[in-house]
């Protein structure tokens, strides 16, 4: 790996992971006496009004679209853009954003194995001991987040499964865009095709549902907050995707889950109301950002 693209990566990375932190912050505030779907709604609207406009500016009139890459980034849009933040805001909103994040962080598991076995990206024994770290933290939260001790939200073994649901979902998406970027399609197109993509079939969920939000309540108090949500997911999404397209998969991914440390911060400064960070919760954080130190040094 070019060492000059492996220390982008990581900068790109640690920029990714201090957006979604404050994504993560956000939704959880706004969705106390709101909803999880109203704030992706919000959400998937400002990446749209960001990214796409963006992209057809930019990259006027070359787009480098093949039809592989269209169905690369609609597929991602569909896997991890869609399914993948209904799991995860939903879980925020249910567990909270102290135990979503650390939980979501077991992505690199799912993400490493799919790249290896699909782009056959080489993983190194230190991959593998920040791998086994990460997974050490999230069983100690989750185990934490099951006994209920100091837990605000819902404990149960369905609401535990959301974000690593999210995780799996997550996981997939990289290794997509990474088949994207391949056919030599420009960021900002590749994220401009997912989030249409995600946008409209999120919203067909929802008018078949007869569930679709009202001007009203997208207009209310909590919108402010997913309007943050956004702003930072869209932040993340050009961070996220930049890192990707100079540096692997199997370290990128791994360094975003430095997130959930910085959440358990933010949690502790802004959410004392919502949430309770317990030393438990905070040492499982620990154990998660030291194996993607643990990544970043055998990078």
């Known amino acids: 790996m070019n060492p000059t693209g492996a220390i982008l990566g990581v900068l790109l990375a640690v920029g990714a992971a201090i957006a979604v932190a404050v994504q993560s912050v956000s939704v959880r505030v706004g969705t106390d006496d709101g909803r999880a779907t109203d704030a992706l709604v919000v959400v998937l609207a400002t990446n749209i009004l960001l990214v796409v406009p963006a992209a057809a500016v930019i990259h006027y009139p070359t787009y480098s679209l093949t039809l592989r890459a269209i169905a690369a980034f609609v597929a991602a849009g569909a896997v991890g853009t869609l399914l993948g933040r209904i799991f995860y805001y939903t879980s925020i909103e249910r567990i909270g954003a102290s135990r979503s994040e650390p939980l979501k962080a077991s992505q690199p598991l799912h993400a490493t194995a799919i790249a290896v ?37 819902d404990s149960s073994a369905l609401a535990l499964a959301l974000p690593l649901a999210a995780a799996f979902l ?43 939000p009202s001007l009203g309540a997208l207009a209310d108090s909590n919108a402010k907050w997913y309007a943050v949500a956004g702003l930072a997911n869209t932040g993340f999404l050009c961070l996220y995707y930049l ?39 905070l040492a499982g954080a620990c154990i998660v950002v030291g194996g993607a130190v643990v990544l970043t040094a055998f990078a």
Not at 174 to 194: D, N, Q, R
């Open 117 to 153: 076995v699909v782009l056959g990206e080489r993983v190194t024994a230190g991959h593998v001991a920040g791998i086994l770290l990460i997974v050490a933290g999230v069983a100690a939260i989750s185990w934490e987040t099951s006994r209920g001790d100091g837990a605000d939200g």
């Open 243 to 281: 890192a990707l397209s100079v540096a692997p998969v199997s370290v990128v991914v791994p360094i975003i889950q430095t997130s959930p440390l910085i959440v358990m911060v933010l949690s502790v400064a802004f959410l004392s109301r919502l949430e309770r960070v317990t030393w438990k919760l």
């Open 170 to 212: 997550f996981g997939i998406e990289p290794t997509l865009a990474k088949v994207g970027f391949a056919e030599g399609t420009p960021i900002l197109v590749g994220l401009a095709i997912k989030t249409v993509a995600a946008t409209a079939g999120f919203l067909a969920y929802l008018r078949a549902r007869n569930d679709l």
